[in-house]
């Protein structure tokens, strides 16, 4: 599906919000559903990569490994742990979407911005999403382990 030039200008026409509250709500949000929704699949993942995987493991690829998962183990088995991560989602995703705009305008001096703008702001914004991020996913691990 391709955007129209009609599309962008509807888009670019909205009023800007500067507001950190906004930036934050909308970024949590965001975030706990993306993880919310891909964690069985993420935790799935992880069981397939694992180095020491269970004798019975054979999985041929993903839905295989779900099915058999869920079937030997219970849906639940999928979804242990998301709670560390949904306290994790919320502030990274928060500080990421509140850092990226905030720094965006502030380089770039617009609101869209430039490319290098964007680019610095999504740089800082990735550093400091993953430096509260890797922990909660690292605790994860060793909750399912």
Not at 6 to 20: G, H, K, W
Not at 51 to 78: F, H, K, Q, S
Not at 127 to 134: G, I, K, S, Y
Request: proline letters at 6%.
């Amino acid at each position: 599906m391709e955007i129209t030039e009609a599309e962008i200008d509807e888009y670019e026409s909205l009023p800007p919000t500067s507001s950190m509250t906004t930036h934050m709500a909308a970024g949590a949000l965001a975030g706990i559903m993306e993880h919310c929704v891909m964690y069985p699949v993420d935790s799935v993942k992880t069981r397939m990569m694992c180095l020491r995987p269970n004798p019975n493991a054979n999985y041929r690829n993903l839905m295989d490994a779900y099915y058999t998962i869920v079937r030997y183990e219970g849906l639940r088995t999928t979804c242990r742990g998301v709670s560390a991560v949904i306290g994790g989602a919320g502030p990274a995703h928060a500080m990421y979407f509140a850092c990226y705009e905030k720094l965006k305008w502030t380089i770039g001096g617009t609101r869209q911005g430039n490319p290098l703008a964007n680019a610095v702001a999504g740089c800082a914004a990735t550093l400091l999403h993953d430096a509260v991020m890797n922990p909660a996913d690292g605790k994860c691990v060793l909750e399912n382990h």
